[in-house]
């Protein structure tokens, strides 16, 4: 009774952030539907980084406590209690499910440096929840394991699929899952991590969620991201990166909104953040510009500007959203601001969402 998987993250281009007060709040049932991209670095893109996370769990009576590690070049270090608590929350409900009360060891690595600022628990728990299932031989289809991986992190949901992902909200358990709603090849869709800090954050997701009802905005924030998430699918179906990179950026700006305005204020921006979404809504600008004149027939077609969004996360890093072949003119507009390359992660859509694989961690 033993498996191993491997999990992307995901950048979410429609927002999660708060839960359902209809629902029990370890369920994780979301206040509005949210879209994202599941990502992977693109290969020989000068960084070593690879976002996967890959674990493996294994049950047996040999055990007689439940125990997991995080996998480093360190050594393992045993998750903490708080921690251990959210992954049994996933195993729990799994071993329910199979009627079996064996007890655990797993073990789950970062194929990027832990303290990169790209630790997700996102790739994590849809790599938990995939091998889990696969473990127990409970035969789960995507659905059902994105129902499974909420449990430990709503966000982990969409990283069960690769491509683009939708979470229905829904409004149970079994009604609130992610489903793909395009592959990774029919949208043309790159983006550059700009890593600006690459510490622990002071207030993890997971806590700062539950501030969100407290802001004044927070009611307009989930009606607008509820009419959003419909036109970004469509606009992602139809290949229209201008109204999936502004609906996004507004999407982010409406969520650090109710961060900002909630009841403890979060601020997840620092000053370097800042600096980057300047870059990018000037540069925009400039785009837009250009394009202008050259329909004006003012000016011949050049090279000003370029067509770029931003998205950030409850962090300071932030994801510079572009087409696939203006990916070196967004690293380039990055440097012009003195981000160095090896703050620098090229991400792409990926093809796979979590899968099992043969090796073993342990
Ligand atoms: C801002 O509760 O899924 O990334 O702490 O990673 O488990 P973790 O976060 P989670 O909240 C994610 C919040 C978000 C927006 C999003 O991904 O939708």
Redesign the pocket.
């Known amino acids: 009774m033993k498996s191993s998987a491997l999990a992307h993250p995901?950048?979410?281009l429609i927002?999660?952030?708060g839960r359902s007060t209809n629902q029990p709040s370890y369920l994780?049932i979301p206040t509005n539907d949210?879209i994202?991209m599941t990502k992977e670095t693109i290969p020989n893109a000068n960084s070593e980084i690879e976002l996967i996370t890959q674990t493996t769990i294994e049950f047996s009576e040999s055990y007689n406590e439940d125990t997991g590690f995080l996998q480093t070049e360190g050594g393992d270090i045993q998750f903490n209690e708080v921690q251990m608590e959210r992954i049994k929350k996933v195993v729990d409900a799994l071993r329910a499910s199979a009627k079996v009360d064996l007890k655990f060891k797993m073990i789950s690595k970062n194929m990027f440096p832990t303290a990169a600022g790209l630790a997700?628990?996102?790739s994590a728990?849809a790599a938990l929840a995939t091998c889990a299932s696969d473990a127990l031989n409970l035969g789960l289809n995507k659905r059902e394991l994105s129902m499974y991986a909420r449990l430990?992190?709503?966000?982990?949901s969409?990283s069960i699929h690769g491509g683009f992902v939708r979470w229905n909200k829904g409004d149970s358990h079994e009604t609130s899952f992610a489903e793909q709603i395009c592959e990774c090849n029919e949208f043309n869709i790159a983006a550059i991590i700009a890593l600006i800090n690459r510490g622990k954050k002071e207030v993890?997701?997971?806590v700062g969620?539950n501030y969100a009802h407290t802001s004044i905005f927070n009611p307009v924030k989930i009606k607008k991201s509820e009419e959003q998430a419909i036109e970004v699918l469509k606009a992602i179906r139809e290949d229209d990166f201008r109204t999936v990179g502004s609906i996004s950026e507004k999407n982010c700006l409406y969520?650090h909104s109710v961060m900002m305005t909630s009841d403890p204020p979060l601020f997840y921006w620092n000053p370097n953040t800042l600096k980057v979404i300047r870059q990018v809504v000037n540069t925009r600008r400039q785009f837009f510009q250009n394009h202008d004149l050259i329909k004006k027939g003012i000016q011949e077609k050049g090279k000003k500007g370029l067509e770029c969004y931003f998205t950030v996360?409850?962090g300071p890093n932030i994801h510079c959203l572009c087409r696939n072949e203006d990916i070196e003119k967004t690293a380039n507009m990055l440097c012009e601001i003195g981000i160095s390359e090896t703050d620098m992660v090229r991400v792409r859509p990926s093809v796979e969402g979590s899968r099992v694989v043969k090796e073993h961690l342990f």
């Not at 430990?152 to 982990?156: D, E, H, I, K």
């Open positions: 995901n950048i979410a927002k999660y952030w994780n949210s994202s997700s628990s996102a728990f430990g992190s709503g966000s982990a969409r993890s997701s997971d969620i969520m996360d409850a």
